[in-house]
């Protein structure tokens, strides 16, 4: 079990040399889609007086490509892909992977990079070109309208929320005040849940008509008009005894 | 544009589909196998499997392999880049660690209110979120996906990299890695991330403040290794400072009053060390200190190597060296007491490691505890102003006598100043200190020393007091010890250096003595002889025969004779 944070250099031991390539996005796509073992090519080394060439060729049944709508090929994919092959030698490149459970090892050294290319053929400009197609596509589109729409913004003689408000209004009734004592306990026990409250979440609170509270307020609590909590009320410093405070009531 | 043209024909080359009509693609694979140097070591093993053929003529070998993509693997895989400027060599990594580094993780943590209980407001957060919305202010979130690495090789003393996540390296093509499996086929795994690592300096580097200081100099310096040197000397100073000062500071808690005298008599470089190893406090976060430590060492440098002060010698002639530290510090207020340190901070701290040890008086002890009090990142510059005010005129020759020291302690005095009086204004300690370069007031020094560990043992015991230090140490020490400074304290302070002479009159004796009580060693602080160009003698004499003359009422405080003249 390694240590949470340690890198395994085992990779880096051993000297696993690696190769680093580059792949279309389409050859990527059409890999995701293999099966079995995950089989998706062959790759074939050439070395020919001096020179390597390398090149993959994708299996035959990858080569179709759907479109999204998962409808049959329209194009098929190419088959040979020419590998070019690129230096490593501006930077040192290392592959290390990360497992899941945050365990991180060094897998190699990348010996060789390399660029995918499709062999130019038919089959491969066609599917550029859909892909190109597809990409200009605005993703936005303005579409005219044969008729008018007619459904929104109708003229209402009252609003249906507006009904509903001012029958919730009739049902409420004005706000009558309470006890003092009764309002004073809803305070108390409403700024031992927080310090700070606004006038407007008071009245919510509490069901009281605005003055008569700020009267009450008044009494027992002071108005904060600067610093962080601006316009909000809250207890009197001899009323409050909140943890961590030295003062109590 | 058309002469480039006409250049593109003359050379020859074809340009793309401008001039001809068919052009031959200049592909890249073309251009790309001119670059690729022969026989490179692809690291591929030819073995045996059935897929393998080995076909072709006589000069080629043609190998094939099956290349596979596994599905579902738990591991994924990232790159790691180096420059190979950096020379990285894996073969040297013994052992690696690498975390993800999460020092932007405060950045993006909101303000921490309390949710509820005290300090908290009824839906704050509904209305912080009501009015990011309204502004449009979109909130990026913390992931620590995105998070930079930090890579450790070889333990602490080894490399230390960075590695930054490159963007865009997903977006329109994928990079796959293609090791090679014993059974010799290819497995091809996608690359997640990238990340290029860079290595992290371990050598000393300059802040931004420093090196704009030294940007500013580039011109006059000439060794560029001194400037690290220095700065590194600082350093151990600094470093072995608090060391001292940490294993003797628990030790004298208690006795501080009676360390102080005899300190203070001594005067003695030993004693230095290990006052100083006091006064600086070990607690101290080396960090708040190293900053603070490092702009007095700037300033120092720069002192040294070119004239900054504009203030000439006597510009410090009239400045009242209150060195009996009286409790009068009543009057200063603490504000500008934290921005005194940072001022001298920037002073040079000219006066090097060792004479300001020696000068190590008992005000570090006395003042360790009201550093304590101030702040944390006061305290060193604080310390070192005080060592250095307290620099007993003794010293002064000797300091003096530093060649490199003297515009230093020039600039250093005249930065002194301000803090001295910030620190009266802390109100522990009164004690004003004295210039470097102060012609030896000796006379007065032994007792003003003692009155001053006096006043200081009083001044520390009020402002543990806590909540009202500033008006309790007025009302203390007012009709308490006298000191050479009245309320008018600031004024005093800042009149100092523009009343370049003070004359003994009756005149400036009345003054004194009708605003509050006085002792004889007061008023002899207040005509110094620098400013009065008198000899300590002539000012003694005169100071006795205007005392005769005006007759001043007499009263007994703290066990010490006052003067003052009713209204």
């Given at each position: 079990m390694s240590d949470k944070g340690e890198l395994d250099l085992t990779g880096a031991k051993q000297n696993t040399g690696m190769w680093l390539v580059k792949v279309p996005k389409y050859l990527s796509q059409q890999w995701s889609k293999a099966s079995g073992r995950g089989e998706v090519g062959k790759l074939r080394i050439v070395k020919n007086q001096g020179r390597t060439e390398v090149s993959f060729t994708l299996n035959e049944e990858l080569a179709s490509i759907n479109d999204i709508g998962g409808k049959p090929a329209s194009v098929s994919a190419p088959r040979e892909h020419p590998f070019l092959l690129q230096s490593v030698g501006g930077q040192t490149l290392t592959v290390f992977t990360e497992t899941s459970v945050d365990k991180l090892a060094l897998e190699g050294i990348v010996v060789q990079r390399a660029e995918c290319r499709p062999a130019a053929s038919e089959n491969y400009m066609k599917l550029k070109r859909l892909q190109i197609e597809e990409s200009s596509k605005p993703v936005r589109l303005s579409q005219q309208l044969d008729k008018a729409v007619t459904?929104?913004?109708?003229?209402?003689?009252?609003?249906?929320?507006?009904?509903?408000?001012?029958?919730?209004?009739?049902?409420?009734?004005?706000?009558?005040?309470a006890d003092k004592q009764q309002v004073l306990d809803m305070l108390f026990s409403a700024f031992e849940k927080h310090q700070y409250y606004n006038i407007k979440d008071l009245v919510d609170i509490t069901k009281q008509p605005v003055i008569y509270l700020k009267e009450i307020l008044r009494e027992i609590g002071i108005y904060n008009v600067k610093g962080t909590h601006k316009n909000t009320w809250e207890l009197k410093p001899e009323y409050r005894h909140y943890q961590g405070e030295e003062k109590s009531d | 544009m058309v002469t480039h043209r006409q250049t593109w024909r003359?050379?020859?080359?074809?340009?793309?589909?401008?001039?001809?009509?068919?052009?031959?693609?200049?592909?890249g694979g073309s251009r790309g196998r001119r670059r690729i140097p022969p026989e490179p070591d692809l690291g591929v093993r030819p073995t045996l499997t059935p897929v393998m053929a080995a076909l072709g003529s006589s000069s080629q070998v043609v190998t094939e392999y099956v290349v596979r993509v596994p599905k579902n693997t738990p591991k994924r895989y990232n790159i790691m880049a180096?420059?190979?400027?950096?020379?990285?060599t894996l073969s040297t990594w013994a052992q690696a660690r690498m975390e993800r580094d999460m020092s932007n993780k405060r950045i993006y943590a909101e303000e921490e209110l309390p949710e509820s209980g005290a300090g908290s407001e009824f839906h704050r957060k509904l209305r912080e979120e009501a009015r990011r919305k309204k502004y449009g202010i979109v909130l990026k979130e913390f992931r620590a996906e995105d998070q930079p690495w930090l890579l450790r090789v070889n333990g602490k003393t080894g490399r230390k990299f960075r590695g930054v996540k490159k963007g865009g390296v997903t977006e329109n093509a994928s990079y796959y890695v293609f090791t090679q499996c014993p059974d010799g086929a290819f497995e091809a795994f996608p690359v997640r991330n990238w990340y290029n690592f860079t290595p992290l300096a371990r050598h000393r580097t300059l802040t931004a403040e420093e090196a704009e200081e030294e940007w500013e100099r580039r011109n006059k310096v000439l060794n560029h290794f001194s400037i690290m040197q220095q700065r590194r000397l600082r350093d151990q100073d600094e470093e072995e400072e608090d060391k001292d000062k940490g294993r003797k500071a628990p030790g004298k808690g208690g006795g501080l009053r009676i360390h102080d005298l005899e300190e203070d008599l001594e005067l003695s470089s030993e004693e230095s060390e290990g006052s100083e190893a006091e006064g600086e406090k070990a607690a101290r976060p080396k960090a708040a200190g190293g900053r603070p430590r490092k702009k007095k060492r700037k300033g120092r440098k720069g002192s040294e190597d070119e004239a900054l002060e504009d203030s000439d010698d006597g510009d410090f002639e009239g400045q009242e060296v209150d060195y009996m530290s009286d409790g009068s510090s009543s009057g200063e207020e603490e504000t500008g007491k934290a921005k005194a340190p940072k001022e001298e901070e920037e002073g040079p701290k000219g006066i090097d490691e060792a004479s300001e040890s020696s000068e190590e008086s008992e005000e570090e002890k006395a003042e360790e505890k009201e550093e304590e009090e101030e702040g944390k990142a006061t305290p060193t510059p604080q310390e070192k102003k005080k060592k250095r005010e307290s620099s007993d005129e003794s010293q002064t020759s000797e300091e003096s006598d530093i060649d490199s020291e003297t515009s230093s302690a020039l600039f250093m005095a005249k930065k002194k100043t301000p803090p001295k009086r910030e620190r009266r204004a802390s109100g522990s300690s009164s004690r004003g200190g004295s210039r470097p370069g102060t012609p030896t007031d000796s006379g007065g020094t032994g007792g003003t020393l003692r009155a001053a560990a006096a006043r200081l043992e009083q001044g520390r015991r009020a402002a543990p007091g806590g909540s009202e230090p500033p008006p309790q140490k007025r009302l203390k020490t007012e009709p308490g010890p006298p000191s050479g400074k009245s309320t008018p304290q600031p004024h005093s302070g800042k009149s100092t250096p523009s009343s370049g002479e003070v004359q003994l009159t009756e005149e400036a004796v009345r003054r004194y003595l009708s605003r509050k009580p006085m002792t004889t060693k007061d008023l002899l602080k207040k005509?110094?002889?620098?400013?009065?160009?008198?000899?300590?003698?002539?000012?003694?004499?005169?100071?006795a025969q205007l005392l005769k003359r005006l007759d001043p009422e007499r009263k007994l405080i703290a066990d010490k004779m006052h003067f003052f003249l009713k209204e």
């Open positions: 459904t929104n913004y109708k003229p209402v003689a009252n609003h249906q929320y507006n009904i509903e408000y001012e029958k919730k209004k009739k049902e409420d009734g004005k706000r009558a005040r | 003359s050379r020859g080359v074809a340009c793309r589909g401008a001039v001809s009509g068919h052009v031959p693609l200049i592909s180096f420059n190979s400027a950096d020379r990285v005509f110094q002889t620098k400013r009065t160009g008198l000899s300590s003698d002539a000012t003694v004499n005169a100071l």
